[in-house]
């Protein structure tokens, strides 16, 4: 099967852990990287963001990486791109005519407009995966949602025009209903854990006496991690380590200020950056992972941390309530609330016992559900769905289930 994946910011070949540049780029290059080892033929169209980037770039056996000259070869917020939408759907068309592929994958809803484009004009049949959607970021963010005015209609029109929306979870397919998407066309398939890197066993960071809480991510504010060091209050003799930001970004800087204001300044520590490598070790080496976002799609963190076999406490949103079983592999909790995730930390770091079974059970719920073999299993599945109901075959490839690497 010759799969197209567009992905218009989230370039599998950026360095995660910028501003814009997080769980989607590692999804994409992820499910990639499985397709193409299930027998299929990947290609990557992204934006151009410098002009020293060549034209193609082969990123994986089976993988090529496309850049498209789509507004200015600079690096822009992902928010500031929708001008350039038009231009990016055009050479997509232009790509895909003289060689289209059996079927288009986009991902955010910039690339799936333009993707929706250039699919019409060549016949190509369209999967979306939204990855995040624009009536829950401003629900939550109100007036601190940069998104263009146009995105909410927009993914509307995406949701009904689309051959099929993958939801990563059930809470995205709630949203979907209430946005009134055509219920037959909504298929789940979760995101998926490298099992290969994200092992109970292997190399630790030497992070100080215990307890340690870990929080990990993007620093942006919605990520909740100023509520976990709030609740470090309730918390006594644990440290926090957080890691993720750049110098230069505000967040790191607004988090020392509350950790001092709180009087925890002293059991707080400020990692910065981690490369993508480093974070395996990094998450065993930790107590507890903490992930307690305002909302979130899906949430990689915590799947990560349980294929480490580390217990999480993540706030009971998004796909939180699909992968953390309460009691089992972890705790849920509500999200911007610093006395009750105080608790539940307090609670499960007194209790050794849950620890370490909670940990058990995570790696095994991560190994059994969410290994990218069965992730672009399931992506293929819905691909074969789609070209079925389209009258035609799959180019190639072994869709059978189980195959491929983890």
């Not at 151009?48 to 789509?70: D, K, L, N, Y």
């Not at 624009?134 to 995406?158: M, W």
């Not at 490369?275 to 799609?297: G, H, I, N, T």
């Not at 706030?315 to 592999?329: E, K, M, W």
């Amino acid at each position: 099967m010759k799969i197209a994946m567009v992905s218009e910011h989230a370039s599998p070949l950026a360095t995660v852990g910028g501003v814009d540049a997080g769980g989607q780029n590692v999804h994409v290059a992820a499910l990639s990287r499985a397709l193409a080892a299930r027998g299929h033929r990947v290609t990557v169209y992204t934006r151009r963001e410098s002009a020293r980037q060549p034209e193609e770039v082969a990123f994986a056996p089976g993988v090529t990486v496309v850049h498209i000259p789509a507004g200015p070869a600079v690096t822009m917020a992902k928010d500031d791109l929708l001008p350039w939408m038009p231009d990016f759907g055009r050479l997509l068309t232009r790509h895909w005519r003289t060689a289209p592929p059996d079927i288009a994958h986009s991902h955010f809803w910039m690339s799936g407009l333009a993707t929706l484009a250039a699919a019409r004009d060549n016949g190509v049949p369209v999967v979306h995966t939204f990855h995040a959607l624009g009536t829950v970021k401003r629900r939550h963010q109100g007036g601190a949602d940069t998104s263009p005015r146009e995105r909410v209609e927009t993914e509307r029109l995406i949701a009904r025009q689309a051959d099929r929306v993958i939801a990563t979870c059930a809470d995205e397919v709630a949203e979907l209903r209430r946005m009134r998407t055509p219920g037959g066309t909504t298929r789940v398939v979760p995101c998926g854990v490298d099992l290969r890197a994200f092992t109970p066993s292997g190399p630790r960071t030497d992070l100080g006496p215990g307890p340690v809480l870990l929080a990990i991510g993007r620093a942006v504010p919605r990520k909740g991690v100023e509520t976990t060091i709030r609740a470090l209050r309730h918390v006594p003799g644990a440290t926090l380590v957080i890691a993720g930001g750049r110098p230069g970004e505000p967040e790191p800087e607004r988090l020392a200020r509350i950790a001092d204001g709180c009087g925890v300044a002293d059991r707080v520590r400020f990692l910065g950056h981690v490369s993508r490598d480093d974070v395996p070790a990094l998450m065993r080496s930790a107590d507890v992972v903490v992930s307690v976002p305002w909302y979130e799609p899906f949430g990689i963190v915590p799947l990560e941390a349980m294929a480490c076999g580390v217990p999480v406490v993540a706030s009971a949103v998004g796909g939180h309530l699909d992968t953390v079983v309460p009691g089992v592999t972890g705790l849920l909790v509500p999200p911007r609330e610093e006395e009750s995730l105080g608790r539940a930390l307090r609670g499960l770091l007194a209790d050794p016992l849950s620890l370490t079974s909670y940990g058990t059970a995570a790696a095994a719920r991560a190994r059994s559900r969410y290994g990218w073999a069965r992730v672009a299993a399931g992506t293929a599945a819905v691909y074969t769905e789609v070209l079925a109901c389209r009258g035609r075959a799959p180019g190639g490839g072994d869709a059978r289930p189980g195959t491929g690497a983890a």
